[in-house]
Structure formats: structure tokens, C-alpha cells
């Protein structure tokens, strides 16, 4: 073992090491990094705006133009570049899935983590909160919030509106999950050591709590992502997108409206439902690959890592 | 024996009440309650090894717990240098304070230490906890003489790893290095050794009592193992369900035990000798459920000399001299 690198080097090269076996996460990781590289470098592979209408020779509007006569994917009703608003729409969908994701991950940890490590009245009354949010059908509580927001004329954008909906509803099953880790990890001997030698909770969950369930929330956080975007292409498709600024969903929304199917116009539908495929199964297949590496439930290897990870699951497979 | 009084436990009771059903509830059925620490009293002086032995389950490791908070007693007192904890007259002390001054050693120590913290941060923590040394570089030298007095040397190659590079007779050494930073006065090692390789139990034994001389602490040191016990204690105390059945100088209960129980604990003791014959007492029967203790004296039941008054007084523990008391009715 190489003694200069620091511990955390170390870990991480581990984790790459054994990550690197398999096939599956590398394509999850491979979708959903092309996914970013397209929208974070969308004004340099377009010299379109994506609101730009295309025009011919005569200065007419190039509508429902298929691929084989204008750009890789041929335009919209509007005469407006397809690929543009793809690539553009990449940037609104992820960042609102992006963001969404983040902040149901933080409400469940931080709802997992209070739950279960200060148990009693606590515990019950955050997972009551819980279980009713859970019970509630997701999408048509997000569909009245978001249009009852929007009827109050708060002069916020839709987008914020959507991502606060989403982050603030969607983190009830990461608290069930993050809680149940915290509620096993609370009754390890490290943490008794750290109560009987003053620590404070702060710095027990700090210290000894958050390290232990951290690559839990990462491998949470990646499969909440892929509902995220899932959830905010569904809400803009039923139109409560920002028409200004088009994600996926919106832009299926707009080819549903204007009989893009009807006219035959499938590079007008198929591109942004592909793509939102595209970055949920990449989501999904890191997600799974991330949590089957990291979860203690799913491997069994108990928090370890390094060799004695190695060594337990050779165990179990005997 | 003027010798400062270090820790007094008086009367400590500690009752884990059980789970209750809905049905016995409506019944009003009397709670059921595990009896685990049922009316300890003992003392450790400054600078004393005191031993408390007992087979699994008798209560020893819950001393421990509810001496440091970890447990609230249910009745008792513990003062610590003649002071109460955790109360509110002005004659007691915090809690926070008394585990500055109070640490454990616990018994596994593959599971008392964080898996994903580095020694340094492990030995440190006391001193992070407690905000004692604020700045960096007397901290990092503090922790390295710690290390370095629990026997790794040089201290330098552990500060970065991770518990589970070490092996279990190393991680024990860390554990009692995090103790022993913060220089408290008393030490509750909670079978520090029984986890441990038989070749690497002396080396521990060492060290802790390497450690009472040089820095005067305290130890209450907690075992099953009779045989590690007249290595280093100065007395000892033999505990049975929830109880001490009986105390004193440890040369003098190992030579002289009085106490039935003792005497059986004893006699099993590998001798070094093997030609040595001995006569075992081999206790029949089962340790007593500790939710229904049996009426008189807790042990009668598998006493070998039980009369018919033990079926009836429950025995206090009797002076018997030097210090030796036993709760027994034979014991003169």
C-alpha cells in the first residue's frame, strides 16, 4: 500500500478500483455525464437560441422542417430549432431535477437522522409527518400545489415553484431509509464511547453518525435524482413548466399541443423522451450499482471498507 | 487508609423495567423490571485497582454504564470525590465534567471504535469534546505522547490510519490511549481484556497497571476472568446477580474466600500447576432469572451448603476483618 497518499486518496481509489468492475454503473455514469457535458456547453455545439425562428431563403418560418432538410433534428411548429431547444432544455430539466433532488435528500436526512437518533416522542411525531405525506398520491398533491402557488401571483418563477413542490414532497422515503440505518448505528458500542466521554449531540451526529450513513445518501441522492427529473417532466408536460424557458417536459407538452404526432413530426417528440430516458435509466443504473457498493443492508459488509469488505462478502457467498 | 476517596457508590439500584402487553396492563399486573444492579455499595480510593468479578449477566457492565450516564439509576447514590452528579445543589458536579474526569474502556474493541475516524481523531476526541487544547500543535503532540505512554511507538506511523488496519491488541491500546488523554482520575475498564488474544491479555494488563503508577488513576476493572484479577487489583469485589456477595483485599478473598460463591468461582480457576490436584465445585442449574429472584438468599438455590434459613433471610454483607466483608450466614 502506498504510504504517502493521504487516507482519503486512498478510499477514493478503492472505490474507483472496485467500481470500475462494473459495467453497468459505468454506463449509468457515462449517460448522465454526457447528460451534464451537452447542457453545461449548449451555446458552443448550437448557433441557434432556442427561442430563434428558423427562416428559408424567403424568409419564411421553417415549420415541422424534418432532419434530412434542416440541422440534426429538423425544427418545431414555430420554425424553432429542435436540437437548440433540446440541449438548451437539458439545462432546465436537470437543474430542476438536480436541485429538487437535493432538497428532498436533505429534508430526508435531516428527518432520518433527528427520527432516529433521538427516537422517543421526536421519532414519532417526524414519521407521523412522514406516513401522512406518504399516503398523500404524489402527483396530484404536486399538480394543486404548484397551480395554487402560481394562482397567487407571487412573482416567482414556475421553475422555483416546481423545484420547491418536488424537494419539499419527495423525501419521505429516503427519511424511512436514513432512519433506519441511523436507529442501528446509534447502538454501537462508538457511540456509547463518544456519549461517556461528554460529546455533545451535535457532534455525535457529526462525528459518528453522518460519516457512517454519508455513502447511503450518496447512492440515495443519485436514484432520487432520476425521480426528480421523471416528476418534473410529468409536471411540464401537464403544463406547469415555464413556456419561456423549455425543459423536456415542456417541450412535450408543446408537441402534444400542436399535433406534432398527427403531423408526423417525430423528431419533434421522440428526441426530448428520449433524452429524458436517457438521464433517469443513467440515474437508475448508478444508483443501484452506488447503493449495492455502499449500502450495509445490501452487502452486509457492516460499515467496514477496504480489505475487510473484500472478506465478508467472499463469506457470504460460500 | 486515609487515602482520598476517589468514588463511593451507595446503595445503586438499577431496574430495566420490561416490555408490558395491553392485556396485563388492563389487569394491573405489578410491571415486571429486570433486576440487573439490585443495592451495590462500594468505594474505590485514589490510586486503587479494584476488581469487580461475576459471571455474564450479573450486572457488572451495567455498574459501569450507570456509573458514567450512560444508564440513569433507578436509586442510589454515586459521588465521585464526595461530590453528587449531575445535580442541582452547588456541592455537585456536571455530568460533562465528571465524564472529563471519569472515562471507559470498553470491552470490544472492534466495535468501540469509529470505523470511519483516524486514530488521531479517535484520541483527540476527548480533548475536541471537552475543548481543552485549543491549538493544533500542542493537541497533536498531547495525542502523540498518549499513543506513545499506550505502548505505539513510534505514534507518528498511527495518526492517519483506520481502526481496522490494527489488530485487536493495537485498537485496545488506542481505546486506552483516548481514555487516558484527557489524565482522568478513574478508569472503568469494562473487561478490557476478553476480547483479546490470550498472549496479548497480559500486555494490556500491563500497560493499565503501568498506567496507575505512573499517573495514580484509579481503575475499576470488570471481568469474569478470576484469573486476570490477582494480577494487579488491590481489592476485589465478586458480584452475583445484581448483588456484591462479597469484598475485600484480593489476597486475602483469593486465599480466604468466604463466600460460597467465591469459593466455586475459584475452584475453577486453571492452576498453574497441573499436577496439582484440586477438588472443583461445579455450581448445578442455571443463574436465576433476574426478573423473579428467588426468596432469602439470591444464591441458594445452587448453594452447596444451603441451610433452610437461607430459603428465608436475605444476608447482608458481614465484616469479617481487614476490610473482608461476605454476605453469607456461614461466613464468620
Known sequence: ????????????????????RNKL???GGFLVLTAIILALFAPLLTPYQPTEVIRDEKGRGLTFAPPSVHGPLGTDDA??????????????????????????MFVGSLFGILAGYFGGRVDNLLMRITDVLLVIPDLPLMLVLVATVRQMELNISPLVVLTAVIGLLYWTSTARLIRSQVLTIKER????????????????????????????????????????ILIESGLAFLGLGDPTKPSWGTMLNFAFDRSAITNGAWWFYLPPGLAIVWVSLGC???????????????????LEDGQSMIAVSGKRSE | ??????????????????????????????????RAVDGVSFEIKKGEVLALVGESGCGKTTIARTLIGLEKATGGEILFKGQGVGGDDDTSISLKKLRQRAQVVFQDPYESLNPRATIYDIVSEPLVVHDLIKDDQDRHERVKRALEEAGLR???????????????????????????????????????????????RAEILNLLNALRRSRGVSILFITHDLGTVGYFADRLAV??????????????????????????LLSVVPAANPKQRRKMVILSGETPNPINLPSGCRFHPRCPVAMEACRATDPSLVELGKGHQAACLLAK
Open chain 1, 1 to 20: 500500500m502506498n504510504e504517502s497518499s493521504t487516507p482519503f486518496k486512498r478510499h477514493l481509489r478503492d472505490f474507483w478500483i472496485a467500481f470500475r
Open chain 1, 189 to 228: 458500542q462508538f457511540v456509547d464511547r463518544a456519549r461517556a466521554i461528554g460529546a455533545g449531540h451535535m457532534h455525535i451526529i457529526r462525528k459518528h453518525i453522518l460519516p457512517q450513513i454519508m455513502p447511503l445518501i450518496v447512492a440515495n441522492t443519485v436514484l432520487v435524482l432520476s425521480i426528480a
Open chain 1, 25 to 27: 454503473g459505468l454506463l
Open chain 1, 284 to 302: 437508475v443504473l448508478l444508483g443501484n450499482v452506488l447503493e449495492e457498493m455502499l449500502n450495509p443492508r445490501l452487502t452486509g459488509h457492516h
Open chain 2, 239 to 264: 458480584m452475583y446477580l445484581g448483588r456484591i456477595v462479597e469484598v475485600g483485599p484480593t489476597a486475602e478473598v483469593l486465599k480466604n474466600p468466604q463466600h460460597p460463591y467465591t469459593k466455586a
Open chain 1, 79 to 104: 420554425g424553432r430549432d429542435v436540437w437548440t431547444q433540446l440541449i438548451y432544455g437539458a439545462r432546465i430539466s436537470l437543474t430542476v431535477g438536480f436541485m429538487a433532488g437535493f432538497i428532498a
Open chain 2, 1 to 34: 487508609m486515609s487515602a482520598e476517596l476517589i468514588l463511593e457508590v451507595r446503595n445503586l439500584y438499577k431496574h430495566f423495567p420490561m416490555r408490558q402487553s395491553l392485556l396485563n396492563m388492563f389487569r394491573r399486573r405489578r410491571q415486571e423490571v429486570v
Open chain 2, 154 to 200: 513510534p505514534a507518528d506511523d498511527y495518526l492517519l490510519r483506520y481502526p481496522h488496519e490494527l489488530s485487536g491488541g493495537q485498537r485496545q491500546r488506542v481505546v486506552i490511549a483516548g481514555a487516558m488523554v484527557l489524565d482522568p482520575e478513574l478508569l472503568l475498564a469494562d473487561e478490557p481484556v476478553s476480547m483479546l488474544d490470550v498472549s496479548i
